[in-house]
């Protein structure tokens, strides 16, 4: 049973950058075919997916978020991180770790973390 956890800081200024870190369990992520991924939910609006890191390592971005958006791994911890920068209270969102497969089905979640923009 693959597992998912997000951990970060709950609170990240306006102009900061925000971190957030997924450990994976029960599954390694460089196996074929899927893709680690980063959604967000903000508060009463709709899920909107951020990038992705797939397992040969190649990335790809939301292109509305591209420009500010970074998703790398480390294979010996079994985790991929996201990096927003830039962020500003628009960016305040439950943000979620997921698992992609080839078919674009998210079959495994993260619980999800709280992140709020404020100063």
């Known amino acids: 049973q693959v597992q998912l956890q997000e951990s970060g800081p709950g609170l990240v200024k306006p102009s900061q950058t925000l971190s957030l870190t997924c450990t994976v369990s029960?599954?390694?992520?460089?196996?074929?075919?899927?893709?680690w991924s980063w959604i967000r939910q903000p508060p009463g609006k709709g899920l909107e997916w951020i990038g992705y890191i797939a397992y040969s390592g190649s990335t790809y971005y939301s292109p509305s978020l591209k420009s500010r958006t970074s998703i790398s791994r480390d294979t010996s911890k079994n985790q991929f991180t996201l990096q927003l920068s830039s962020v500003t209270p628009e960016d305040t969102a439950v943000y979620y770790c997921a698992r992609m497969d080839e078919s674009s089905w998210f079959d495994y979640w993260g619980q999800g973390t709280q992140v709020t923009v404020s100063s």
């Open positions: 029960g599954g390694s992520i460089t196996t074929n075919y899927y893709y």
